[in-house]
């Protein structure tokens, strides 16, 4: 499934009055989302991200622009907006708060059984979703609201999943979680997309999660695309992400600070991994 924005612009404010008054939350956005992509979107807060996956599966409409899925605008009179958001699914920050069912099967069950999917077919599309989360089965009859952060966490991820959507947008999926929580949905996702070949476009805040688990990183920076590019690429630009109120990973600072102290490491290491094999290799030689 392939998403396609073309000079994506989205304008809020007075409810159409006079234009001098009204704000571009979006401006002139193009990015190509491709079949099995894992990007990271990030940027300070009011850079145009949480409008940005609004527009993915049709929450919100582009003031001007189009969006194409698989070569059809999805803003044709004829394109079924339903359909779209089936394939597409969208994950909120802190969605425990949108669990509401007596049990967390028949809250799994909640989004296919609007599908039209019912019986043993519903009850069978949830649990696969609870197995695909790894969410011990014997929670599966217990109040939501029992778990854990991070139960809860793959409970409405497991939601999603049931509806079986192509693209799963996260929207700091982290937030609020312990460090071995954090660890854990993060395993998830990538489990996600790498098992299943969900395309996955994950919000954070956080540097060290991005340069861990995507493939691509998205910065936004007053409703424009600043960058597109892998990791590594991006955070080449540490001076011009500050002056974005961004930055890079913990690890590329400590990097740089040790290869000015003379020790002769690669300050492009942005994984801690990285960063450990380099200081290894550097000491091996002295």
């Known amino acids: ?29 193009n990015i190509t989302v491709n079949e099995g992509d894992f990007i990271g979107l990030i940027g300070r807060t009011g850079s145009g991200k949480s409008t940005l996956i609004q527009h993915l599966n049709g929450l919100l409409k582009a003031t001007s622009g189009r969006i194409e899925v698989d070569g059809k605008n999805i803003y044709d009179e004829d394109y079924k907006l339903v359909e779209l958001r089936k394939k597409v699914g969208l994950v909120f920050q802190y969605p425990e708060y949108q669990l509401f069912e007596e049990t967390v099967l028949k809250d799994v069950e909640f989004g296919p059984k ?14 696969e979703a609870l197995e695909a989360t790894g969410l011990d089965e014997k929670f599966y009859s217990a ?20 509806m079986r959507p192509k ?9 609020g979680l312990d ?7 993060l395993g998830l996702i990538k489990k996600l997309h790498d098992e299943q070949k969900i395309t996955i476009i ?32 991006v955070f080449k630009n540490i001076k011009e992400l500050e002056k974005s109120g961004l930055a890079a990973p ?37």
């Open 167 to 175: 693209v799963m947008i996260l929207d700091e999926p982290t937030a």
């Open 202 to 233: 994950l919000v954070s805040h956080s540097m060290e999660d991005v340069a861990e688990y995507v493939s691509r990183l998205i910065v936004m920076e007053d409703g424009r695309v600043k960058y597109d590019s892998t990791p590594r690429e």
């Open 1 to 29: 499934m392939k998403i396609v924005l073309k000079n994506v612009t989205y304008e809020y404010g007075n409810n159409g009055g006079d234009s001098g008054n009204r704000k571009k939350a979006l401006d002139n956005v």
């Open 114 to 127: 609007n599908l039209g999917i019912e019986g043993d077919e519903l009850e069978k599309t949830a649990k």
């Open 143 to 162: 109040s939501p609201f029992e778990l854990s952060g991070g139960q809860k966490r793959r409970v409405a991820i497991a939601g999603i999943l049931a």
């Open 179 to 185: 460090p071995g929580g954090r660890n854990e949905i």
């Open 250 to 286: 913990e690890v590329s600072y400590i990097m740089s600070e040790l290869k000015q102290a003379g020790l002769e490491v690669k300050a492009e290491a942005i994984t801690i991994e990285e960063a450990k094999n380099e200081i290894l290799s550097a000491l091996r030689k002295k």
